[in-house]
């Protein structure tokens, strides 16, 4: 989940993370890996996705590119549902104002195919705290636009990581990790282009497991 308070996680042991190169990414960095950890493993390549009532019309198209580019990289398969079924693999859900406990966005699995396999996902995002994000970071309104629909796209793409198993890049912001970056992408960054997919390694970690 891309999360304003993961800036916390930078204290936690999962900050090691940070020192890590590319070539030394390892198993617990794609599905799941015990315990607690929130991470599913996906049930297979097809990935179904449906959006439930709360998505507006504007943010449909941009759901289904999220999708099309987890396609575009990877072994997965991009299907499009205009309705939403107990199998459907992925649900997109829209939330008022702080409605993920203060999170931007977060993939829940919400049901098992098996133990640590996923066969639905629910994948929350909340506009409301993406604006007051930016409205926090930005001094005029232009950039308060931007940054809000830059950072709402990038949500899109990094919780939909999650639903292919991936973990997240805690720390700054680092190129070949891409969407699943987990920091805020400010306006106007120079490399913002390499975070609207993903990083090399986490598509070779898909490809390799699925």
Request: include cysteine; hydrophobic fraction near 40%.
């Amino acid at each position: 989940m891309r999360c304003v308070v993961l800036i916390l996680l930078l204290l936690a042991p999962s900050a090691v993370l940070l020192d890590r190169g590319v070539a030394e990414a390892g198993p617990n960095d794609w599905g799941y890996i015990g315990g607690s950890h929130p991470i599913r493993a996906p049930d297979s390549r097809d990935h179904w996705a449906c959006k439930n009532g709360s998505v507006n019309l504007g943010e449909r198209a941009h759901l289904d590119a999220a999708l099309d580019q987890l396609a575009s990289q990877t072994v997965m398969t991009a299907h499009q549902s205009s309705t939403c079924g107990s199998a459907t693999d992925v649900v997109w859900i829209a939330t008022g104002q702080d409605g993920i406990d203060g999170a931007l966005g977060r993939a829940v699995c919400v049901k098992h195919a098996s133990w640590g396999v996923c066969e639905q996902f629910w994948v929350f995002y909340d506009p409301a705290m993406h604006f007051l994000a930016a409205f926090d970071q930005c001094s005029s309104d232009q950039c308060v636009a931007d940054s809000y629909r830059l950072n709402l796209i990038l949500t899109y793409r990094h919780e939909l990581g999650h639903t292919a198993g991936l973990h997240h890049y805690v720390g700054l912001l680092s190129r070949p990790y891409g969407t699943m970056n987990s920091s805020w992408l400010p306006r106007g960054h120079p490399d913002w282009l390499w975070y609207l997919v993903y990083g090399d390694i986490h598509a070779l970690l898909i490809d390799a497991h699925m």
